[in-house]
């Protein structure tokens, strides 16, 4: 990397800084959108990006106009309305509040739950337990930061409890491998493609799936219910991606090797400097989690306010990318929960600081010297 002047000086420390293709590089799909007159409704544009991602990944895929509306697709593809009888849908609190948001659009009345500070996941011993478990319709397992949940686990889990299986991977798309979705079976996966993650269509996701059927039943339910005649028949949403954000993932497929590239430097650098400054144990950047993000890990008994003081002082920006939980933004307060104290300790550990294409070797070094004055001074 190459060590130049820093702007964080400035003031330019950005948690993260988007960095999508150029429009030059855009220009020639645009080309081909002028030519074919086809600017939505499942384009030449999407069916190109849908099979080279199909073709990447080693299942069929339906490209959608955003992360929520492929949750909401994968959860009508595959589990359809909330009914009478069977009303509930778990999902975890330590998730992004998009996952509530699609669980209640499609009808589900959501319990939220903690998970394991193991493999940030679900426990289905303790999912069993509850009270609430022959009236559960759906369960949405979150791919906490993109960490990836194992397939087999709730492959198993949906077989032999009938209840569908909907993953929430919004940022695991540069962890997902064709050898990981040999085992997708019962399970349907959705994926977002913001601007904040790895590969982006500026706003988009997509859904990954297992058999051309279960592909039929999402296609109809992101597009009026419609497969094939003008004649709805399914419970269904308009999330179909547009022609130019197809555009968009296109040409950041073609270069997509090289952004990778960029930040797996980027990773080295933080994981070099941090065993430097003896930082090691705190800082988790792309090793389990999506490339998209870094974290510093706050020990239980620190000060959240003082370490964001800190970092405030010293000009670094920083996120807690799911706040601290669903259930403590207001509009989710009165939703039904179970006690959550893996989620409480994750929620007030897991600091998000600057990850992105246009950090320095410098910026980074300025970003670890602070913490380690933070290590030195609580």
């Known amino acids: 990397m190459p060590n130049e002047t820093s702007n964080l000086t400035v003031g330019y420390s950005q948690v993260a800084r988007p960095t999508l293709v150029s429009r030059d590089k855009i220009g020639k799909y645009l080309t081909q ?37 492929a949750l909401i697709g994968a959860i009508y593809g595959s589990a359809g309305r909330a009914t009478q009888e069977r009303p509930i849908c778990i999902l975890p609190s330590y998730s992004f509040v998009g996952t509530i948001t699609a669980v209640i659009c499609c009808g589900y009345q959501p319990i939220l739950f903690d998970i394991s500070l193991d493999n940030w996941d679900m426990e289905i011993d303790q999912l069993r337990a509850i009270s609430e478990f022959d009236r559960v319709g759906l369960i949405v397992p979150v791919a906490i930061y993109g960490r990836l949940v194992s397939l087999p686990k709730w492959n198993d889990f949906s077989r032999q409890f009938g209840i569908p299986i909907v993953i929430d991977s919004a940022a695991s798309f540069d962890l997902l491998s064709i050898d990981y979705l040999d085992d997708l079976n019962q399970v349907t996966l959705a994926v977002s493609l913001h601007a904040t993650k790895v590969f982006a269509t500026g706003e988009g996701g997509l859904i990954l799936t297992s058999s051309k059927k279960s592909e039929e039943n999402i296609i109809r339910a992101i597009n009026f219910g419609f497969y094939g005649s003008r004649l709805s028949s399914g419970p269904s949403v308009n999330g179909k991606m547009s022609e130019y954000h197809a555009a968009v993932g296109l040409a950041n497929l073609d270069n997509l090797e090289s952004y990778l590239g960029r930040l797996h430097e980027i990773q080295n650098v933080y994981l070099e400097q941090s065993y430097l400054h003896r930082l090691n144990t705190k800082i988790l950047c792309g090793e389990v989690t999506s490339l998209a993000y870094c974290f510093y890990q706050l020990s239980v008994n620190d000060s959240i306010q003082d370490f964001f003081n800190i970092l405030k002082a010293n000009k670094i920006d920083f996120r807690l990318w799911y706040e601290f939980g669903i259930h403590k933004h207001p509009e989710y307060k009165n939703i039904k929960k179970y006690l959550l104290p893996n989620t409480k300790i994750l929620a007030n550990s897991m600091i998000g600081i600057p990850m992105h294409v246009d950090l320095l070797e410098i910026d980074i070094e300025w970003i670890l010297k602070s913490l380690k004055l933070w290590e030195k001074t609580k």
């Open 33 to 69: 959108i002028d030519e074919s007159h086809w600017y939505s409704n499942f384009g030449q544009l999407n069916q190109k990006l849908s099979q080279r991602l199909s073709t990447k990944f080693g299942v069929p895929i339906v490209l959608c106009s955003s992360g929520t509306t």
